[in-house]
């Protein structure tokens, strides 16, 4: 399946397409002196940020799955590649989402043939790019239910945006695609009396839950209940798409395309257009924000090992509130704060 995901993302040479039609007069800007493979470094936040700040930092990236309505993390080893980009360049932009991750307490492939699963491109047509996927792998927009929502999807806004589709795992370890559209139905009413359909483990016979609501597409997940916020279900990422417009990324150095696309591939933003009062690599491309750091910064880091390092089967307010006492541990408590 993954060699068919690449297929359409790279149909009639987009992938390629930056190099080919940038040529050495607008992509070569990008191997400059200027745009050189800088050394790994990381943007220390100078003063000790509050709770608020940390809290409000919090709240903005966290995006709760449509399913489970929590925070989505690889529970997998990430497998990146990156396409569009000279060799050279693909291979650093790579290399640090894996960097990026291990730092983090993410899961890596190590495996040098490993099937991608975050599939980075960089493309002058975005939104060609983006059309072949929503006809031929509307999967990999991400959750939709029908044929409307797939559409808004599938539209480009901006010059770095990602999608990303998710799965639902429950304490069995069963694992489902979050798929809204359940093949080609919905969900359905069955007036069958459950007493006629006989009696059940799960309260479920047939698909008839108990009471006569039939439904077709639900899935069945084994949680442990709402004891202190865990209930053993977990949201995770199961392929996410990064697309790219070079054209429009020519004032940046590579390095910091590369913590700004690293981010996005190991967590999914609320909002890519708000701006964080902590310093945040996530700022870059937002409009107005005071603060653009031009690497990955003490503060990012921190919400990342916030998030893989919160206990399986958390609920979001239990993973919210896990992630910010992390944060403060590494940002203030551990500073002498």
Same mark, same amino acid.
């Given at each position: 399946m993954r060699q068919i995901i690449l297929a359409l993302l790279t149909g009639v040479g987009l992938a390629a397409?930056? /190099?080919?039609?940038? $040529?050495?007069?607008?992509?070569?800007?990008? =191997?400059?002196?200027?745009?050189?493979?800088?050394p790994e470094s990381v943007t220390v936040t100078a003063t000790r940020p509050s709770a608020e700040t940390i809290e409000s930092y919090v709240d903005t990236r966290a995006q709760p799955t449509y399913v489970l309505g929590r925070m989505a993390r690889w529970t997998k080893g990430v497998c990146p590649v990156t396409m569009g980009l000279s060799d050279k360049y693909a291979k650093y932009i790579t290399q640090r989402i894996k960097e990026v991750a291990a730092a983090v307490g993410a899961p890596v492939n190590a495996d040098p043939g490993c099937r991608p699963n975050i599939e980075v491109m960089f493309t002058l047509n975005p939104h060609v790019l983006m059309d072949n996927v929503r006809k031929n792998q509307p999967l990999l927009l991400g959750y939709h239910h029908n044929e409307?929502?797939? %559409?808004?999807? =599938?539209?480009?806004?901006?010059? @770095?945006? =990602?999608?990303? /589709?998710? @799965?639902?795992? %429950?304490?069995? $370890? /069963?694992?489902?695609?979050?798929?809204?559209?359940?093949?080609? $139905?919905?969900?359905?009413l069955n007036t069958t009396p459950s007493s006629a359909l006989g009696p059940s483990a799960d309260g479920m016979s047939n698909g008839v839950v108990a009471g006569g609501l039939s439904l077709p597409c639900a899935i069945l997940m084994h949680g442990t209940g709402y004891r202190t916020g865990q209930d053993g279900l977990n949201s995770g990422f199961f392929n996410i798409v990064i697309v790219a417009d070079p054209s429009k990324l020519l004032d940046y150095e590579i390095g910091t395309l590369g913590d700004y696309v690293a981010m996005m591939a190991l967590s999914q933003p609320a909002s890519l257009d708000r701006c964080q009062d902590l310093p945040s690599i996530s700022n870059l491309l937002a409009k107005g924000c005071t603060s653009i750091p031009s690497w990955i910064t003490d503060g990012d880091l921190a919400f990342l090992k916030g998030l893989y390092r919160t206990p399986s089967g958390f609920s979001m307010t239990a993973q919210r509130n896990e992630m910010q006492y992390q944060m403060k541990k590494t940002l203030v408590t551990d500073k002498g704060g």
């Amino acid at each position: 399946m993954r060699q068919i995901i690449l297929a359409l993302l790279t149909g009639v040479g987009l992938a390629a397409s930056a /190099s080919i039609a940038m $040529g050495q007069s607008s992509l070569s800007r990008l =191997a400059a002196p200027a745009f050189a493979l800088p050394p790994e470094s990381v943007t220390v936040t100078a003063t000790r940020p509050s709770a608020e700040t940390i809290e409000s930092y919090v709240d903005t990236r966290a995006q709760p799955t449509y399913v489970l309505g929590r925070m989505a993390r690889w529970t997998k080893g990430v497998c990146p590649v990156t396409m569009g980009l000279s060799d050279k360049y693909a291979k650093y932009i790579t290399q640090r989402i894996k960097e990026v991750a291990a730092a983090v307490g993410a899961p890596v492939n190590a495996d040098p043939g490993c099937r991608p699963n975050i599939e980075v491109m960089f493309t002058l047509n975005p939104h060609v790019l983006m059309d072949n996927v929503r006809k031929n792998q509307p999967l990999l927009l991400g959750y939709h239910h029908n044929e409307r929502e797939a %559409d808004e999807l =599938a539209k480009v806004t901006h010059s @770095i945006q =990602a999608w990303y /589709s998710t @799965i639902s795992q %429950d304490r069995t $370890g /069963s694992t489902y695609i979050d798929d809204g559209t359940c093949g080609a $139905g919905g969900t359905s009413l069955n007036t069958t009396p459950s007493s006629a359909l006989g009696p059940s483990a799960d309260g479920m016979s047939n698909g008839v839950v108990a009471g006569g609501l039939s439904l077709p597409c639900a899935i069945l997940m084994h949680g442990t209940g709402y004891r202190t916020g865990q209930d053993g279900l977990n949201s995770g990422f199961f392929n996410i798409v990064i697309v790219a417009d070079p054209s429009k990324l020519l004032d940046y150095e590579i390095g910091t395309l590369g913590d700004y696309v690293a981010m996005m591939a190991l967590s999914q933003p609320a909002s890519l257009d708000r701006c964080q009062d902590l310093p945040s690599i996530s700022n870059l491309l937002a409009k107005g924000c005071t603060s653009i750091p031009s690497w990955i910064t003490d503060g990012d880091l921190a919400f990342l090992k916030g998030l893989y390092r919160t206990p399986s089967g958390f609920s979001m307010t239990a993973q919210r509130n896990e992630m910010q006492y992390q944060m403060k541990k590494t940002l203030v408590t551990d500073k002498g704060g």
